[in-house]
């Protein structure tokens, strides 16, 4: 079984263009099928086993309730046709009343704004936009395993950055030698997953240093921006010089538990924006017209709205990391986003694959090994790591730290189906 995307950037690189197809992209399995994730793997087995899926990071109840009554009017008042290609009026205005009060940045939403089918079509038309065959994207490793998906499919190279377990800080010294005239793009994913790690001034600074050195574009995913527990996100599009070189990427999803509706966002210098309209115009032409009004009320739902989402899940965030530690586990700390990851060596497993298709019979939990987020060649690094989800009811999260806990015992008690 292969776990994510098997992408590898220098046999690509060396096809022909024509040759540069979903198998040589690594999006394809052996025997032609769709190269399963780890993610759709992981939840099969919950569903095999009854087991709480902490896996895929969706949550397992509903968001605001003015968010769903919008879109349950906008259905009813008719607002069920092609929206306009970039956006709705009613959205793209909220989105820059939004940039405006959580970051002081003036957008224009008429030119500076781009609805997208979720923050997924908003990196894939970037990332289609501007990389050509052979240019380099430079992102943090674990990264999201979309990333390299889509640089692969756009005959891009995808470098990386390490963070390492458990503080996560990227080495200034590894981002100066990744980033180079080669590099198209500098994809920076602050609040990261999986690591919920928050990426620091300095860093974003050096990042846009070396964006204006070798003339490359910022692409940042802060689909997280509003989960954030410890330290203050800061959007690298507010530090100086970042903007006029930065498409910033946020969505819906996360934010209002509204992970089905696919309703995300970039902003950007107009130029930058056009350029991705042009791509996304023939990719979905436009999405979910009677979610673009909801998630306009979801972003100017009052600052209170905001604070008490993070705290909930600050709480939750809380609960898996205890459960984790008296299971035996050495987990990090996340400062934002909806994941923890953990160390499973300290409980003599070093294998985190191995532990992830046993756990859901030992334990009834499922998890995803951290392997899913790195290429091949730096899977030891990570091999011990796993990544738990704590974006679920508190009684799940209650639930799961139990039957954890059974684990380092060696009478483990069978979950309950
Ligand atoms: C969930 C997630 C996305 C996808 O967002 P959608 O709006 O559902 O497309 C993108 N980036 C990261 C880091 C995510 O965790």
């Known amino acids: 079984m292969t776990y994510g995307v098997n992408v590898d950037p220098t046999a690509i690189r060396t096809l022909a263009p024509w040759q540069r197809t979903a198998a040589g992209a690594g999006l394809l399995a052996a025997d032609g099928g769709v190269a399963p994730t780890v993610f759709a793997e992981m939840s099969a087995l919950a569903i095999a086993t009854g087991a ?4 895929q990071g969706f949550p397992d109840e509903d968001g605001p309730r ?27 205005e909220a989105i820059a009343r939004h940039e405006h009060r959580w970051y002081g940045l003036e957008v224009d939403p008429a030119r500076e704004v781009l609805v ?20 380099e994207v430079v992102t943090f490793e674990p990264s999201y395993d979309a990333y390299g998906a889509v640089v692969a499919r756009a005959g891009g190279i995808h470098r990386t950055v390490p963070l390492r377990f458990p503080d996560w800080r990227p080495d200034p010294d590894e981002l100066r030698a990744a980033v180079t005239d080669r590099t198209r793009v500098i994809l920076v994913n602050s609040p990261h997953n999986p690591t919920g790690a928050l990426v620091d001034d300095e860093i974003l600074d050096l990042v846009v240093e070396l964006a204006h050195r070798h003339d490359a574009l910022i692409v940042t995913d ?35 538990n509204t992970t089905g509706w696919k309703i995300g ?11 991705v309209l042009a791509v996304k115009q023939y990719l979905t032409f436009v999405n979910g017209a009677p979610f673009q009004p909801a998630i306009a009320a979801g972003l100017d739902l009052p600052d209170r709205f905001f604070a ?107 979950p309950a189906p």
Request: with cysteine; net charge negative; proline share 7%.
């Open 52 to 55: 709480i899926n902490l896996g």
């Open 66 to 92: 003015e968010v769903l009554d919008a879109a349950r009017e906008a259905i009813a008042t008719g607002v069920n046709q092609y929206p306009p290609g970039p956006g709705m009026p009613v959205l793209r």
């Open 116 to 135: 997208t089918a979720g923050a997924t079509e908003a990196l894939a038309a970037t990332l289609l936009a501007f990389v050509d065959v052979g240019d």
């Open 222 to 256: 802060e689909v997280y921006e509003h989960l954030v527990f410890d330290g203050v996100h800061t959007p690298i599009a507010t530090r100086p010089g970042a903007w006029e070189r930065t498409i910033s990427i946020s969505s819906g999803g996360k934010t209002f």
């Open 265 to 275: 966002w970039l902003t950007g210098p107009a130029h930058l924006v056009t350029a």
């Open 308 to 414: 008490d989402a993070a705290a909930e899940l600050a709480a939750r965030r809380d609960l898996l990391v205890g459960g984790l530690r008296s299971a035996g586990f050495a987990p990090s700390v996340p400062a934002s986003g909806y994941f923890v990851v953990a160390d499973a060596a300290p409980l003599g497993e070093h294998d985190g694959e191995a532990l992830c298709r046993e756990l859901p019979h030992r334990a009834g939990v499922v998890g995803v090994p951290v392997t899913a987020f790195v290429h091949p060649e730096r899977r030891d690094e990570v091999r011990s790591l796993v990544r738990f989800a704590f974006c679920k009811r508190r009684e799940v999260l209650e639930t799961a730290a139990e039957r954890l806990a059974g684990l380092s015992g060696a009478s483990a008690t069978p």
